[in-house]
């Protein structure tokens, strides 16, 4: 069975950071594109970042030069560094896997406040 485990997530003052692990287990982890996506309270899930198997990195442009995406595949676990919080990045953030089909964690919620 599939599951996708993440943690990390919790109250931040602006300016802070926060690093999130998603550990996979139930998959050939090295064998997936990994990504960490966001939902925000009334708005669509969006995707913040990517890291492929062959460690190819991309980010949605709101978050470049702020957030870092990597994979630690002797651990099944993908990260998201995130430094420079802003309130804007308050949201429930998402780990997924993708290799031939999607699998999704639970979420975990960030909140960016003072």
């Known amino acids: 069975q599939v599951q996708l485990a993440e943690s990390g997530g919790g109250l931040v003052q602006p300016g802070g950071s926060l690093r999130l692990s998603c550990v996979a287990s139930?998959?050939?982890?090295?064998?997936?594109?990994m990504a960490w996506y966001r939902q925000a309270p009334g708005k669509q899930r969006e995707l913040v970042a990517r890291?492929?198997?062959?460690?190819?990195?991309n980010y949605v442009d709101s978050v470049k030069g702020r957030f870092t995406i990597s994979r630690d595949n002797a651990k099944n676990t993908v990260y998201l560094q995130m430094n420079s919080l802003k309130p804007e990045d308050t949201a429930v953030y998402y780990c997924?896997?993708?290799?031939?089909?999607?699998?999704w964690g639970q979420g975990t919620q960030i909140t960016v406040s003072s």
């Open positions: 890291i492929s198997r062959a460690g190819s990195m």
């Open positions: 997924q896997a993708d290799y031939l089909r999607v699998y």
């Open positions: 139930g998959v050939i982890f090295s064998m997936y594109t």
